[in-house]
């Protein structure tokens, strides 16, 4: 759903010299300063009635008039009843952990049971916030930590830091294979050139930055830990499969699934029986919107990892 946004404000004086772009970001804080670049860019913007550049200099004094739409929540969404694990709420933000198969949003086949439908139940104001307060999504079958915007200003404020590449977002993994050191993965990520439904490393695909260190080894696993710079659709998991230590479970990337030699039937059975990623959205930090103060979260894995894990480790004591 979109509504119709009309703005008008003169460009104060202190902000002579600032480019556009910079300068309507200081004027118009609710909103963040890629999207006004992207009104200046679509013709939305006039300054003194003529339409100039995102980079352009500005004087002071400016009279600039934004007449542009703004998306919300989609009018199809709708509230439901379902039970969400709260973390942490205030005003302006909520945290949250995101349990194993939880949709984040409605789409095509998931209209209904989706992360969306929930807070509009919680928080109906976020019906007024696009997408609902969500900046950040994980995919259905990873578990953690999820910052929703109740404002917003608070949402500019985390969009903001996201594109900064400010906040810290650490996840914990079971990969697929024994590495013999942590490292980091810097490689494009973009659409599959056959299987749209898919990411791939690609040329032509967005920078992707993927730090990760080794917890402990196992005979034929490895639990990692693993930090985004940057959050592209997919990154652990494209990444690590690139690097040919995929997830655990991974129903996408994952490949053929790796037995220890001579595991249990246990340890053999409880392996084939995880049918998501192995993956968890453990630490998650930024600067709150309002307060400017540092704030963080940490959640444990779920029982689930936890249980392989315990898996993994009695085999390794088992065949050492």
């Known amino acids: 759903m979109s509504e119709t946004l009309q703005l008008e404000d003169f460009i104060p004086d202190e902000s002579a010299g600032m480019r556009l772009d910079q300068a309507l970001a200081q004027l118009f804080p609710d909103y963040s300063r890629g999207q006004l670049t992207k009104w200046i860019k679509a013709g939305y913007v006039t300054v003194d009635k003529q339409q100039i550049r995102p980079r352009d200099t500005v004087l002071g004094g400016e009279h600039i008039i934004i007449n542009a739409t703004i998306d919300r929540v989609d009018d199809t969404w709708i509230a439901e009843d379902i039970n969400l694990d709260i973390i942490h709420e205030d005003d302006d933000i909520l945290i949250l952990n995101k349990e194993a198969g939880m949709v984040v949003h409605p789409g095509a086949g998931n209209q209904n049971g989706t992360l969306v439908n929930a807070l509009l139940n919680h928080a109906p104001q976020l019906e007024g916030i696009p997408r609902a307060g969500i900046v950040h999504r994980i995919d259905k079958g990873t578990t953690g930590l999820l910052m929703v915007a109740k404002t917003l200003q608070a949402h500019n404020s985390l969009v903001t830091q996201l594109q ?157």
Request: overall charge positive; hydrophobic content about 35%.
């Open 164 to 320: 900064e590449r400010s906040v810290l977002r650490e996840y914990q993994a079971i990969a697929m294979g024994v590495m013999t050191a942590g490292g980091t993965v810097d490689e494009p990520i973009g659409r599959h050139p056959i299987d749209r439904k898919r990411m791939a490393v690609t040329p032509s695909g967005k920078p992707a930055i993927t730090h990760y260190r080794v917890e402990q080894r196992f005979r034929a696993h490895t639990h990692i830990r693993c930090k985004l710079e940057t959050g592209r659709t997919h990154q652990i998991r494209v990444h690590m499969a690139k690097i040919r230590y995929p997830l655990l479970g991974d129903p996408v990337y994952g490949g053929r699934l790796r037995l220890p030699k001579g595991a249990t039937e246990e340890c053999n059975s409880a392996l084939q029986s995880f049918r998501r990623q192995a993956l968890h959205a453990g630490l998650l930090g930024f600067i709150h919107p309002a307060s400017g103060q540092e704030v963080s979260w940490r959640v444990d894995m779920p029982k689930d990892m936890l249980n392989i894990l315990e898996i993994l480790e009695k085999d390794k004591k088992l065949n050492s």
